[in-house]
């Protein structure tokens, strides 16, 4: 199997709606993950950022931020400025917190291309890491929501989650299996400074690998940007031709590269080479 590195620069954009504030402020990160963010906070700044990046030859965007306290990204604001980005000829991704039938609906309607879906399938792991009073079975019908909708869906599945019990990841499988989708994205848990994980040990190597393997079974899997920078180098060695994608790969392996994010689809490889 070839494995190509994809570098989110260039031809591609991430953009934040709540700039570098996160109503949840979760233990996992504190909103840190946010900072290296483009920020966008007002429909109109989105659509003047849009017609910026567009000049200056972007192709996609990927549009996060911060979550709320029900789990969800703050669209409703956003839709119609998210439709305008598409008229400008943008691919669109969007990192969409948990959905209900409302957001897969406004999705749909600004027809973005992709969600980019955390999925998370343990009860503890979504309590203590994430601190959200969800169900595993409120993150599985987002997700059908989603596809119901024709939006193409990308779950990123973190490996040792905090709380996180053995083989969720196997659930996770035969659910991507059930519902027909094409690709899932493997994360790693990283322990953040001046965060209540900062001490917790990330998992090892061979549990990366294993998950991946258990992915691999039902759907193509890339190596998502989030995983300790001091693991970078022996884990994008080991899974260099498990998986297809590689996100931001350590220098020292060598990769025809696109510029974008992992998660979009094989036909779209050309616009951003």
């Known amino acids: 199997m070839k494995t190509l590195g994809f570098i989110p620069t260039g031809k591609f954009a991430e953009v934040s709606i709540t700039g570098h504030y996160c109503p949840l402020n979760c233990p ?3 909103g840190k993950w946010l900072r290296g963010m483009i920020t966008a906070t007002s429909p109109a700044e989105l659509v003047q950022l849009g017609r ?36 400008m000829g943008f691919f669109i991704s969007v990192h969409t917190g948990v959905v209900g039938e409302e957001e897969a609906k ?20 979504i309590r203590t890491a994430k601190s959200l009073k969800l169900t595993p079975e409120d993150f599985v019908r987002g997700m059908e929501l989603l596809v119901e909708s024709s939006i193409e869906v990308v779950p990123h599945i973190t490996v040792g989650l905090p709380g996180s019990r053995e083989k969720w990841f196997e659930d996770a499988a ?24 900062e001490d917790q040990e990330p998992p090892s190597l061979d549990k990366v690998v294993e998950v991946t393997r258990v992915l691999s079974r039902s759907s193509k899997v890339s190596l998502g940007c989030m995983r300790p920078p001091w693991m970078k180098k022996r884990l994008d060695s080991a899974l260099k031709g498990l998986v297809d ?9 060598r990769l025809d590269i696109v510029h974008a994010c992992c998660s979009i689809p094989e036909e779209l490889i050309g616009r951003f080479l």
Do not use: Q, W
């Not at 406004?106 to 792991?125: C, G, K, M, N």
């Not at 994608?245 to 392996?253: D, G, L, Q, V, Y």
């Open 106 to 125: 406004l999705l749909s309607t600004a027809r973005v291309d992709l969600a980019d879906y955390e999925l998370i399938l343990d009860e503890e792991a």
């Open 28 to 30: 996992m990160c504190r």
């Open 174 to 197: 035969n659910i991507i299996r059930e519902l027909g989708i094409r690709r899932s994205v493997v994360l790693v848990f990283i322990p953040t400074p001046d965060t209540p994980f």
């Open 52 to 87: 910026s990046l567009r000049k200056k030859g972007i192709e996609g965007i990927l549009i996060s931020g911060g979550l709320g306290i029900d789990g969800k990204l703050p669209l409703r604001p956003f839709a119609s400025a998210i439709r305008e980005l598409k008229g």
């Open 245 to 253: 994608r590689i996100a931001n790969p350590h220098p020292s392996i």
